[in-house]
């Protein structure tokens, strides 16, 4: 295995620290970020028009979860392959193809006449994204080799997704409440356009042909969706869907054990940068996505706010991302992920912990403003543990470390908000601090494995 890198230390005024000023990485990141925000934007304009879709559409709290985590799900299970089609194909073609295919599936979103027909149209987004969100890390990824280049571009990435997550709850309100929750689909179309007629000038990338590892594929689509289903639905039926995904994810194990070029190489979890960056994503987004997704019922069936009025109380929380996520590429880029990741993982919980004094009389502002710290915590931690899981892997391999990485992520927000829906079921306000509780406990052992992690690399640094 090539030796692994490390963040480059560079001080902020230095040469090694800023990006190239070759314009062909420039248009290649431009390129990525708006594909990565476009389907960014996506799922956090969804979660605050979920009552309208309830409305308009019918179906009780599992049909609500099912529009988010049908999307979910098949960008999770899906972005086990397409990480490493993305290397195959090449990133450039590969992204063209997700955002096309995503485009179209987005008109037909809006399009549905029904909430199957919905969530159907949403398992297409879902398999456009998969291809879309590792292609575009890994176009990154191959236009900045050197770590700290990448490192800052990196988090120029995150921070494209983080501006989507901040104008979604607010666009999807306002579009949900001065039009129709059929628009919060409609604004895919132009940024789709927009980001294939930038992908025109960007360079080809190279192929990387190897076989595709289908039974792994089938048996990991298998496992989650038998697991979600489980989640969701509960009773007996969930508990057969519930022993389908055990016997999946054994067979999975199995096969990937056997294969040559398997979807999820098993050998990948043996490097510590890898399993600290993988159960640290996964924590972040169990408790992002799920505090998105129960508050955005909470202040509009708890407090009876309009949709405009809730995704509005999401900006002091979601508007703040971006800007720690640059903050946290220049800490990472200057001391290595240690500072970012270990403070990042400790606001976050304070963030948790503050937020299970809310109750239904709390003023709307104050939890607004309780959101925060929340926020910054995961938006300090994600872009340093996005360039340890890349720095951990050669380049020719980014593609498969990326669709890890966010496979984790989003099977961890799908989960998480599977199971926080089924916590509300039995009474929205209990459910809500059981839930806030799990996402707390979630950082314990993740902030140790980053703690390891950090002094284990610091120590090499300095020799």
Known sequence: MPTKQTLDTSQPGSATSRLPNNPAPALTLTAAVLGFALITLDASVVTVALPAIGSALGGGMSGLQWVVDAYTLAFAALMLSTGAFADRAGASR???????????????????PTLPVLIGARVVQGVAAA?????????????????????????????????????????????????????????????GVAALLLLVRAPRSARRPAPLDLPGQLTAVITLTALTFAVIEGGTTGVAAFAVAVLAAVLFGRIEGRQAHPVV?????????????????????????????????????????????????FLPMTGLIAVTNVVSGKLAGRYGPRLPMLAGQAVAVAGLLGLLSVGSGTPAAVVAVLLVPLAIGCALTVPPLTAVMMDAVPAERAGLAAGVLNAARQVAGGLGIAVFGALVNGGFTAGMRASLALSAVLFVPTFWLSFRLAGRRASRAGR
């Open 131 to 191: 291809v879309v969100l590792p292609a575009s890390l890994s176009l990154v990824r191959q236009a900045y080799p050197d770590p700290a280049h990448r490192a800052k571009a990196v988090a120029l990435w995150a921070a494209g997704g983080s501006i989507a997550v901040a104008l979604g709850p607010v666009a999807g309100g306002a579009l949900t409440t001065v039009w129709d929750w059929r628009g919060i689909f409609f604004i895919n179309l132009p940024l």
């Open 265 to 313: 190489p098993l050998g990948l979890f043996r490097d510590r940068a890898v399993r600290v960056a993988v159960s640290a994503g996964a924590a972040c987004s169990v408790a992002f996505y799920g505090v998105i997704f129960l508050f955005s019922l909470f202040f509009q069936r708890v407090q009876g706010r309009s949709a405009l009025y809730a995704g509005l109380l």
């Open 94 to 112: 590969a992204y063209a193809l997700g955002i096309a295919v995503f485009t179209l599936a987005s008109a037909a979103c809006g399009l549905a």
